[in-house]
């Protein structure tokens, strides 16, 4: 039977799924941010991850390229509320093998799940129109690309905007504070932001924190 690990910050919606996959597969552990989904992830080694893009601690991204860095042969399916075709590319581009979206019924998730299992691809077909569009525009665009932060920049950034203190931060990337305040200074610089304000807005826009 196929193991899946599921990861979901709305409890509720985290029961549903629960539920639903149950029936279906082997669901080792359902988790609520995207640090425990990592751990999980390596420890557990499912043929399959389910996670949402806005995930507290760590964003889905961010998860799905630390889970791939340690357990390369596992699966990753982002399950989301984002229709934009854009995230859904940089969700392939981080190593998703499916991408469907929680307006979907649950026998597309059912059917995404088997067939990333088997190692195909999968793409709900609901934005599949627009995101050929933005695949095309990335290609014309790609060596104008600016330069993007470090794995451990983005997650300085996502705790920041969820409203942790430098102290919090270094505690929960085991680094010092100094260190954290040196990643926040050169994510400002980076990001061309003059403040911690700024810095909220620019997660913002990339998807790591919701509003």
């Known amino acids: 039977m196929i193991t899946v690990v599921l990861a ?24 609520h941010d995207g640090r425990t989904l990592v751990a999980a992830a390596i420890e557990l080694n499912p043929d399959v991850v389910v996670t ?3 995930m507290p601690l760590l964003n889905g991204l961010d998860a799905i390229r630390q889970i791939k860095a340690v357990r390369r042969a596992t699966n990753v399916i982002v399950l ?12 392939f581009r981080a190593g ?11 026998d597309e998730l059912v059917e995404a799940i088997r067939q990333v299992a088997e190692g195909r691809s ?13 695949l095309l525009e990335a290609r014309r665009d790609s060596a104008q690309e600016t330069q993007k932060l470090t794995g451990r920049q983005r997650e300085v950034l996502q705790l920041i905007a969820e409203g942790r203190t430098m102290k919090e931060v270094a505690t929960l990337l085991t680094i010092s504070s100094r260190t954290a305040e040196s990643h926040k200074y050169e994510i400002m ?23």
Do not use: W
């Not at 989301?80 to 969700?91: G, N, S, W």
């Not at 990001?191 to 913002?204: M, P, R, S, V």
């Open 189 to 211: 610089n980076l990001l061309g932001a003059k403040n911690t304000a700024e810095l909220i807005q620019c997660a913002i826009r990339m998807k790591m924190v919701s509003v």
């Open 52 to 54: 949402d893009i806005s």
């Open 80 to 91: 989301t509320m984002h229709i934009e075709p854009d995230l859904a590319v940089e969700a």
């Open 122 to 134: 999968y793409l709900t077909c609901l934005i599949t129109k627009d995101l050929i569009s933005v």
């Open 8 to 31: 979901d910050d709305h409890a509720v919606v985290a029961e549903g799924l629960a539920a639903l996959l149950k029936e279906k597969f082997s669901l080792l552990r359902t988790v």
């Open 96 to 106: 998703a093998s499916g991408y469907v979206l929680k307006a979907s019924a649950g």
